[in-house]
Nanobody
Framework: EVQLVESGGGLVQAGGSLKLSCAAS????????IAWFRQAPGKEREGVSC????????YYADSVKGRFSISSDNAKKTVSLQMDSLQPDDTAVYYC??????????????????????WGQGTQVTVST
């Protein structure tokens, strides 16, 4: 059974930083894309970043490019999202997601949320002014 457990959310002032982590189990880590999505109240769930640990391919949404950085620890089956220069617009519940197959994440695209089968419980990130 695939399980994803997020940690690291919280409250931070604008301009601050947070690091989210996603611990995966029950899967062959290198065969899966791991992604971060977020959902703000009243908005659709959007793809923020994703990574293919097999070859290091990463993707970032334009809204977070240059501020967020995704990385993986393959031995621990963990993917982290370092979020710097946070802004109030970054406030959302952040979800870790996984899907089998490399096509779900490329350097220029990420599949939409409904295409991912495995999800964590989500972690709240709140950025205050």
């Amino acid at each position: 059974e695939v399980q994803l457990v997020e940690s690291g959310g919280g409250l931070v002032q604008a301009g601050g930083s947070l690091k989210l982590s996603c611990a995966a189990s029950g899967l062959a880590f290198g065969d899966y894309v791991i992604a971060w999505f977020r959902q703000a109240p009243g908005k659709e769930r959007e793809g923020v970043s994703c990574m293919r640990s097999r070859d290091g391919t990463t993707y970032y949404a334009d809204s977070v490019k240059g501020r967020f950085s995704i990385s993986s620890d393959n031995a621990k089956k963990t993917v982290s999202l370092q979020m710097d220069s946070l802004q109030p617009d970054d406030t959302a519940v952040y979800y870790c997601a996984a899907e089998y197959g490399m096509s779900y994440c490329t350097s220029t695209s990420i599949y939409i949320a409904t295409e991912f089968d495995y999800w964590g419980q989500g972690t709240q990130v709140t950025v205050s002014t």
